[in-house]
């Protein structure tokens, strides 16, 4: 997964919040465009639209950009720098069985995941499936045995420690199957594991999951209009061969596209824009 684009009203507290307390660097600031993310690698992308207004919490969107850290000691360190200068912003914690996950929303209204993943040979795979659960994780005892001296001196500090990548992205969408129809089907993703028609989640690779939808909140939802939130989701595919393959596979499906040589972009079901390009 590439970086999230996020369309905020207010630019500055949005910087303040995604660079000295998720401790994420910020990368670059040219006018209303700001950058951040870990050493040459973009995490969030903010861009100034305060034009715009929030958008219903019923409507289709982003459920969480999920933030995926190297090391428990770079991710208890990002947990304590958010704890200690907006610890409102914590909304919950979980053992997921593949990995272990801290939840927060920022300032305006974003939702984030920070994570780590457990070795993959931890994982359980049953019939194709994934198994993950809902388990209870504990953060004051996540942050006793994990954050070090130095992690508590680099989140006093706003700095971070270790490498960070957009681990998955989730998203709010108004059913289940059309997802499916689309992210599966279409797109080219793999499901990984599904929870009736509240919930799919798909990978590539075999990993857990590089993106999820649910209707946890956005149930019946259609396609979303102008706001602030969620503005891009970018996925990154190995080659230009495998850009070129998908172009063709969604031409197959009509799905519209807009290509501009280096990228692949088109809307989901909802206006969720999904821009996809080569690495490298």
């Known amino acids: 997964m590439g970086a999230v684009t996020l369309r905020v009203g207010d630019l500055d507290t949005m910087i303040r919040y995604y660079r000295d307390a998720v401790t994420l660097e910020l990368l670059s600031h040219d006018g209303p465009v700001a950058v951040l993310g870990r050493g040459t690698t973009p995490i969030v992308i903010l861009e100034h639209a305060p034009e715009l207004k929030h958008a219903s919490p019923r409507d289709a969107g982003l459920f969480h950009t999920a933030i995926l850290f190297d090391t428990r000691e770079a991710l208890a360190t990002a947990i304590y720098s958010i704890a200690s200068k907006h610890p409102g912003t914590f909304t919950g914690s979980a053992d997921h069985l593949v990995s272990e996950a801290f939840y927060f929303t920022d300032p305006e209204g974003n939702g984030i995941e920070l994570y780590f993943d457990r070795d993959r040979s931890k994982w359980s795979w049953v019939h194709g499936s994934v198994e993950m659960a809902t388990l209870h994780l504990d953060p004051n005892a996540y942050l006793r045995e994990h954050l070090t001296e130095g992690g508590a001196d680099a989140a006093a500090s706003g700095t971070g420690l270790g490498d960070a990548v957009v681990g998955h992205v989730h998203l709010s969408v108004g059913d289940v199957a059309s997802a499916r129809e689309f992210y599966v089907e279409r797109l080219g993703f793999e499901t990984t594991a599904e929870m009736g028609d509240q919930a799919l989640f798909v990978s590539a690779g075999g990993y857990h999951h590089h993106m999820a939808m649910n209707t946890w909140n956005s149930r019946g939802a259609g396609r979303r209009g102008l706001a602030l939130g969620l503005g891009k989701v970018e996925i990154v595919v190995p080659s230009a061969d495998d850009l070129g393959d998908l172009g063709e596979r969604m031409g197959h499906?009509?799905?519209?596209?807009?290509?501009?040589?280096?990228?692949?972009?088109?809307?989901?079901?909802?206006?969720?824009?999904?821009v996809v390009r080569a690495a490298g």
Do not use: I, S
């Not at 499906?253 to 999904?274: E, H, I, K, M, S």
């Open 253 to 274: 499906y009509r799905v519209a596209t807009r290509d501009d040589g280096l990228t692949l972009a088109f809307d989901d079901p909802w206006a969720n824009l999904v």
